[in-house]
């Protein structure tokens, strides 16, 4: 083959990648290999014995994780969604026993989780539409630098009342950056590309999937508890 013909080659691979990534931007600026990855962090954080239910069941997992949204303006519909869905975990989990029931309700909360923490919602909002989609593209990027937090497994929710407390707490924080990161894009108003990891946009980001890995990671912990699945040293 020619120079010009790899040439072509390339620029054809290079603008389907392009395509692939604006494809997989979510609503939420997540693409799905972030939110992908969100699934594989918080499940290292969790007991072998539930690790080993998303593996054994990984394609019903994936089923419910494949569960389209409804859109939303406001994150806090989501709140109530996942503390049924949660119910309905601990019961297949436990009286039901049925664990392919079990399992894609947890991918259906991954999901749900993935959603709570999206950011630029309201593209009406930025100087520049496109902004949501090259912000998801710029956080896959960047992911490689992201750090967890995690508070450990000790401090799961006990009850729904604290389950319920914790993602509210999620929503209030995503809610606070979401409005930093509109606020610093209108007012620099300059390409995505151009920020950083110093960046307040990579900041925003950075919080954002730390707290959805530890928020799923914690709604996945409280299910599992209350399944039976967790026993105390």
């Not at 949660?86 to 993935?114: D, K, P, T, W």
């Not at 710029?138 to 992201?146: G, N, P, S, T, V």
């Amino acid at each position: 083959m020619n120079s010009r013909g790899i040439s072509k080659m390339r620029f054809m691979f290079t603008a389907g990648f392009f395509l692939f990534l604006i494809a997989c931007a979510t609503q939420a600026c997540w693409t799905e290999y972030n939110s992908i990855g969100m699934i594989h962090d918080a499940k290292r954080l969790t007991p072998e014995n539930f690790q080993w239910i998303i593996d054994q069941y990984s394609s019903d997992f994936y089923k419910g994780f494949e569960t389209q949204i409804p859109d939303s303006s406001d994150r806090k519909t989501l709140i109530p969604v996942i503390l049924d869905d949660s119910r309905q975990a601990i019961r297949a989990f436990s009286s039901e026993m049925a664990y392919r029931r079990g399992a894609g309700f947890l991918g259906r909360i991954a999901r749900y989780v993935n959603e709570l923490h999206g950011m630029l919602q309201h593209p009406d909002r930025l100087s520049d539409p496109h902004w949501s989609t090259d912000y998801a593209i710029f956080l896959q990027k960047k992911r490689e630098f992201f750090r967890i937090r995690w508070a450990g497994i000790d401090q799961r929710p006990r009850t729904i009342q604290q389950l319920e407390t914790l993602l509210a707490e999620s929503t209030r924080r995503m809610d606070r950056v979401s409005e930093i990161l509109t606020e610093t894009l209108n007012r620099e108003n300059r390409g995505i590309a151009s920020y950083d990891t110093r960046s307040a946009p990579f900041g925003v980001g950075s919080i954002a999937y730390s707290s959805a890995v530890s928020t799923m990671a914690m709604t996945w912990m409280y299910i599992w508890d209350q399944a039976g699945g967790i026993s105390e040293p």
